[in-house]
Each structure stands twice: as C-alpha cells, then as structure tokens.
C-alpha cells in the first residue's frame, strides 16, 4: 500500500473554540437638539447662512415629507464602511477587569452546575447623518458620530483564550423633528455581534497525507465530432 494511503496519526496546530454566541444590541439611542443640532451638521457639509438646520430646511423651500433621513455606518473620517467586510474600522474589544474574567456558577437546563467567566466586551465605532430631497441628493451630511457600547457575557473562557468578535449585521435609523419650539435628531443603532472565545491548541488526529491532484488542462477550442446518443433497446436490434 502506497504511503498516500496509509492512515498515520499526526499532531497539528489549530484554533480552537471554547465558546460561541451570538446577540442583538439595540445601542441607547443618541438624541441631539437645539444648539447641539447646528454642531452635528457643520456648514461645509450643509451650507446655510446662520439660521438653524431647521430653518434652513423650511427657508429652502422643500416639503418636510418629501426630505429623507438616513444613515450609515462609517470610519472616523466619515467615508462609509461594511461592517461585515471592514470590521476593522470598529472597535470590539475585551474589557480588562482588574481581577481577570470573573468565576460564574451557571445552573445548565439538565441541572448541572458548570462554572464560566463573565467576559465585558467594549464596541466603539461611528456613523454618518444624511438629508436628502425629493430628487434623492444629498443637501447636507454630519461629521462622524461615535458611539459605543459596553456587553457583558456570561462564557466558557479560561484563562488563557481569547476574545476574538465582529458585527454580523448593522442598522441605523435617523429621524429629524422641526417644530416651531423643538428641534431634534434622534439615532438609533441595532447591531448583531458574534464573540467567540479562542485559544491555540496541539491537537492529535488520524489522517493520511495530500498528494497533488491531476492538473486540469484548459478545454480546447477545437470542437469534437460526438455522435448523437444511440438507442441500444431498439437499434441494431438482437
């Protein structure tokens, strides 16, 4: 038997996961009105004399029903990011505690008791504001708006894992109130974050060698004379 075949046991190196969940985080919502408005739209990216967001909106002579508020998730220069793809532009991180991972005794829904460490995981990123008109053009747009979220989880994570996480899905809502007395830009951020807790491990397994694959050549441009398919049950008959 040739030594491709032959079935050996090895020992590799690989990431191992100790712990994987999965949570929606409805981030407390960012409320900003007043003088507090005039700063998050600043006049290059909006540009109005001295009059308020407000009523630079109502002097333009645009429908408030017809302005459309959104916004993204951005990096802290502003230019908008994936958040499944460029995770790197967030911040999600463990939170040290002085004492280290804190000892949690959880009772399991079979009735066994099993002892994880509270993990606290940090989430910083920012987001863009835009007003768009009817025509769908952008009139103005807001510097970049940080905001951040503490989470505490309750997981397997001794001593020597680490935490490794990412946002698998991100959504903001923007909505912007203008009343004679009232104005007000309320944000809303929902976000899923997936934290898994891993170590690097040498582990034993049984397995036989690779060996390289025949190559595959590039198909020819030549065509080939294939016959139409027979028809054996009936032709040339027995």
């Given amino acids: ?18 712990d994987w969940v999965t949570r929606q985080v409805d981030v407390p919502l960012r409320s900003f009105n007043n003088d507090e408005l005039e700063h998050v739209f600043p006049h290059d990216k909006c540009p109005r004399d001295h009059e308020s967001i407000c009523d630079f909106l109502a002097t333009s002579g645009m429908n408030p029903q017809d302005l459309t508020i959104r916004c993204f998730l951005s ?41 994880l460490q509270k993990v606290k995981v940090l989430v910083k990123g920012h987001i863009v504001v835009q007003i768009l008109n009817a025509n769908g053009q952008v009139i103005c747009e807001s510097d ?50 997936e934290v898994q807790m891993e170590a690097d491990v040498k582990i034993e397994v049984e397995a036989r060698f690779c060996k390289p694959r025949e190559e595959i050549l590039e198909a020819t441009l030549c065509p080939t004379n294939n016959f139409p398919p027979q028809c054996p049950e009936v032709f040339p008959s027995h």
């Fill in 144 to 193: 970049p708006i940080p905001f951040a979220t503490a989470q505490t989880f309750i997981l397997c994570a001794p001593e020597g894992t680490m935490l490794d996480c990412h946002i698998s899905f991100f959504e903001c809502d923007a909505s912007l109130i203008c009343t004679n007395n009232f104005q007000q830009l309320d944000i809303s951020i929902t976000l899923c974050l």
């Fill in 75 to 115: 990096d802290e220069e502003g230019n908008r990011i994936d958040p499944v793809v460029d995770n790197d532009a967030l911040i999600c991180q463990e939170i040290t505690q002085p004492n280290g991972r804190q000892p949690v005794t959880v009772t399991l829904p079979s009735g066994d008791q099993v002892t």
């Fill in 1 to 18: 038997m040739s030594h491709s075949h032959h079935k050996e046991k090895v020992c590799i190196k690989t990431r191992k996961v100790y």
